[in-house]
């Protein structure tokens, strides 16, 4: 895919108790096709949502992240961003917002336009304080369609930890571009990684040499009320030693009692 960066946000402190909202914006033009988001500094920290907040060129890429810890955390988001010509061609869609129940998981899908594939995705809600929502998966999908094509839908799992009202919005949010512009379009899964409790896992999902990684997200196994994964890595590397991004890694550390299983997403393109 020409003109593929990966553009980093500047890093932001995340106090204790407390929620950042770092961005990443596409730079010299670039059309903003998806994101991903890291934390460093210890545990505690966690990836509540994230979303594409202003689509197109020069557009911004968000992450929601808290801090349940007791120490300070330095969280970043990330933007992967395609040539200007994609600007014309990508038709972000949000789903239609469903209510996230306390002390429930909400599911929520956001599809693409017919003939149209994915790029990037994830999904946004509107928690904004103690004790929050957790991103227990984002992953490129098949969507209404049903065409066996797994990569023309997004979709989104969040946990809303409050065990009391007020709901949460919850949205899923897909950015997409007709096939012909990104054919081919490949969509790879890691091997199932089991996190025991207490453990930290870092799972990938890889392309193939020479493709280049687009975007990409996880799913966990674990429903409400089982465990609960604090995400805090979601974006792509370079793991076969040349200048592309080529896999898409996910951090994930199980702070429940009781085992997760963690699958890696990728999308790739030549």
Known sequence: MNGLAHQTGAPRTLHPSGQESPRARCRDGKTL??????????GGGAISSIYPLTPGASGNWVANIYNAGHRDLRVRANAVCAGPSFAEGINPVRSSGDVGAPSASTTMTADCFLGDLALGGGGANSASSPPWATLTGSRPVDGVDADNDPGDAWEVRVDNLSASPPN???????????????????????????????????????????ATMVSGGYWSTAGYGESEPQLSALEAENTQGERIRDSWEVRIRNISATRIDVLAYGLCAR
């Not at 096709?33 to 210890?42: D, F, S």
């Not at 081919?184 to 870092?202: F, K, N, Q």
């Open 33 to 42: 096709i998806g994101g991903g988001a890291r934390i460093t500094g210890g």
């Open 168 to 210: 949460l919005f919850v949205a899923a949010d897909v950015l997409c571009a007709p096939s012909a512009q990104i054919e081919p379009h490949i969509r790879v899964i890691s091997s199932l990684e089991r996190a025991r409790a207490g453990e930290t896992r870092t799972v990938t999902a890889d392309c193939v040499r020479g």
